[in-house]
């Protein structure tokens, strides 16, 4: 038997952001543990926002398992928030009712920025950095810095190691701004993967001293780029048959359920969306070839391949949370009539 240090991942009850918490219990296991084999466990949920102080237990109940490279022995255990009856989900877990579908694809673009003393890592203590330009992809010491680059890599290779699809990373237009992609099958997988790297990211960067700054404009109305969450998506549908008729139907869709995207699209999306810096006003819908100007972004190659493909919605932003972005996806594609079918299945 070997003792596995197994990591409890959950999201707290702040809001509009949820916060990761997580906590150790070592178990003993002939190899390593299935989710299956993963018991139920406890926290105090008067400290994260999920119960008042007199009846203050709720659950955790194991839905994702990956290997922590970190660790010698260690398991991350992704977990929904359960009530006390271990089967009611807590009102605080999106997850648990969430829209998914295997034959849907996800890829989320994630950008943040570095942040210590208070300010995105390489601004000076006083004013700005030379303007944006030169740091979107950009490489040398007075674009990157000296740590950013070591912290990304680090964090790839932890990523890659846990098993979580990492598909790459490139620096962001602002000076300590970065993206990191991942992709997946169904919404719950994908966008447990990215809750999975933004806990893998923020536990790497303490040893650094730094923070992970997800809010979508944190340097507000300046001339510094807000950070998103790009999600780009396809149905088994959109991939093998597609067509310009289904294309518009899916987009004037979008449009009519503009707000209920906005909704849960992250919070303070009205500061990043404005028009500028590469985003299309929050409050209008469009969609455009390569018009990175646009809600949705769509590709070279979905227009030459008789519109068959993925399409990327650029207003998720970098707070966003995965598993309510993907589920609305889901919801609006599900509302549109599939060519040539009376069903609306997706
Ligand atoms: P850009 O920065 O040009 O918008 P990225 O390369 O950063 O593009 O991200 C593209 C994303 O699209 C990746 O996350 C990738 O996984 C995703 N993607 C590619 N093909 C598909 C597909 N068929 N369905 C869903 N997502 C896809
Ligand atoms: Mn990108
Ligand atoms: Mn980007
Ligand atoms: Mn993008």
Redesign the pocket.
């Given at each position: 038997m070997t003792k596995y240090k197994l990591e409890y991942i959950w999201l707290d009850g702040y809001t509009p952001v949820p916060n990761l918490r997580g906590k150790t219990q070592v178990k003993e296991f002939a190899e390593f543990p299935t989710l299956e084999q993963l018991p139920l466990w406890g926290f105090d949920g008067s400290s994260t926002m999920q119960a008042e102080g007199r009846s203050s237990d709720c659950v955790l109940k194991p839905v994702a398992v990956y290997p922590d490279p970190a660790r010698t022995n260690g398991v991350l255990v992704m977990c929904e928030v359960m009530m006390p009856d271990g089967v009611t989900p807590h009102a605080s877990n999106a997850r648990a009712t969430i829209l998914d579908d295997e034959g849907t694809?996800?890829?989320?673009?994630q950008e943040y920025f570095f942040y210590q003393n208070g300010r995105p890592l390489g601004f000076p203590e006083q004013g700005y950095p030379a303007p944006q330009g030169p740091y979107y992809t950009g490489v040398g010491y007075s674009n990157v810095g000296d740590v950013a680059r070591e912290i990304v890599e680090e964090h790839l290779d932890l990523c890659l190691a846990a098993g979580i699809n990492h598909?790459?990373i490139?620096a962001e237009v602002a000076k300590g701004q970065w993206?990191f992609?991942?992709?997946g099958k169904g919404s719950k997988r994908a966008a447990d993967e990215i809750w999975m790297a933004r806990y893998l990211l923020q536990r790497l960067t303490e040893k650094y001293g730094i923070d992970i700054e997800y809010h979508c404009k944190p340097l507000g109305d300046t001339d510094w780029n807000g950070s998103g969450m790009?999600c780009?998506?396809?149905t088994k549908y959109m991939?093998e048959v597609g067509g310009k008729e289904y294309f518009e139907a899916l987009m004037a869709q979008f449009d009519k359920n503009l707000l209920d995207h906005i909704a849960v699209y992250g919070p303070d999306n009205d500061k990043r969306l404005t028009g500028k810096h590469e985003t299309a006003p929050w409050n209008k819908f469009s969609y455009g070839v390569a018009d990175r100007g646009a809600s949705i972004?769509v590709p070279h190659s979905f227009i030459k391949n008789d519109y068959k493909?993925?399409l990327?919605d650029r207003r998720p932003n970098s707070q966003g949370c995965p598993y309510q972005i993907a589920s609305r996806v889901l919801k609006t594609i599900s509302e549109v009539p599939l060519s040539g079918s009376a069903s609306a299945a997706a």
């Open positions: 694809w996800f890829g989320f673009e598909e790459g490139n993206e992609q991942i992709f790009h780009n998506f396809s991939r972004r493909g993925y990327e």
